[in-house]
């Protein structure tokens, strides 16, 4: 198992350039969440998916559109960057909760990050 | 909404100290909560995790953490840090089907 696989692992845009960063899960998990870390903030919540072909805005979804094609699969399209985007990347999944509960109690994988700059 | 607040953002020790991380949340609900570690140059790995039972929770490497309802708070805790416990350290809480709310992190530097 790959676990949590995102591409590219960096990045350099100029300000208004376009770019998708790709996750990839091989584990099944039925949700799946993109996240971007900066200095002295932790994570901070962009969009989420709670199945194929759903998404739903997090914390800082400004600036950022996602799509779920495949349920394996979660992008993070920038559609014009800006130098307030540079930040690490990080993708997640997780499975459902147990007990019948839809509720994402479950762990957290972590992909390795995309370092993404923002000239 | 729920926030988490880890008010250690650098905390330095010596090899063999005792270490102890503080975690505290907003939310009056039930919660789920979480330790993550980031190593450097990787990504984040879960530590230990909370969920319902015994409040003090033990996780891999020698860490556990203890919840304590009437304080909202998380603490994470080891008795003798080593060189290797070098890290970045995550709080987070999870209140329902959205993601994790993590805390700003606490940088943990061990001196040899």
């Known amino acids: 198992n790959a676990g949590v696989t995102q591409t590219p692992k960096f990045r350099v845009l100029k300000t208004g350039q376009s770019m998708t960063l790709l996750c990839a899960q091989d584990?099944?998990?039925?949700?799946m969440y993109w996240y971007r870390q900066d200095p002295g903030m932790g994570l901070r919540l962009i969009h989420y998916?709670?199945?194929?072909?759903?998404?739903a805005k997090g914390e800082v979804p400004d600036g950022y559109n996602v799509s779920r094609l495949k349920k394996q699969n979660f992008l993070l399209g920038l559609e014009s960057a800006a130098p307030s985007q540079t930040s690490v990347y990080f993708c997640a999944s997780s499975s459902k909760g147990t007990g019948g509960k839809e509720r994402g109690y479950n762990e957290q994988f972590f992909g390795p990050g995309t370092r993404l700059t923002v000239l | 909404a729920q926030s988490v607040s880890q008010h250690n953002h650098h905390v330095i020790l010596s090899e063999a100290a005792s270490l102890e991380l503080g975690c505290n949340y907003s939310y009056g609900g039930t919660v789920n909560l979480f330790w993550y570690v980031q190593y450097p140059g990787q990504h984040l790995q879960l530590l230990l995790k909370?969920?319902?039972?015994?409040?003090l929770v033990k996780g891999i490497k020698g860490f556990e953490a203890e919840f304590i309802k009437s304080k909202f708070s998380f603490n994470l805790r080891k008795p003798s840090v080593q060189w290797s416990d070098t890290a970045e350290y995550f709080c987070?809480?999870?209140?329902?089907?959205?993601?994790?709310?993590f805390g700003s992190g606490t940088r943990l530097q061990v001196q040899p």
């Open positions: 998916s709670v199945g194929e072909g759903t998404t």
């Open positions: 987070a809480v999870n209140t329902g089907r959205r993601a994790l709310t």
């Open positions: 584990m099944n998990h039925e949700y």
């Open positions: 909370y969920f319902s039972g015994d409040p």
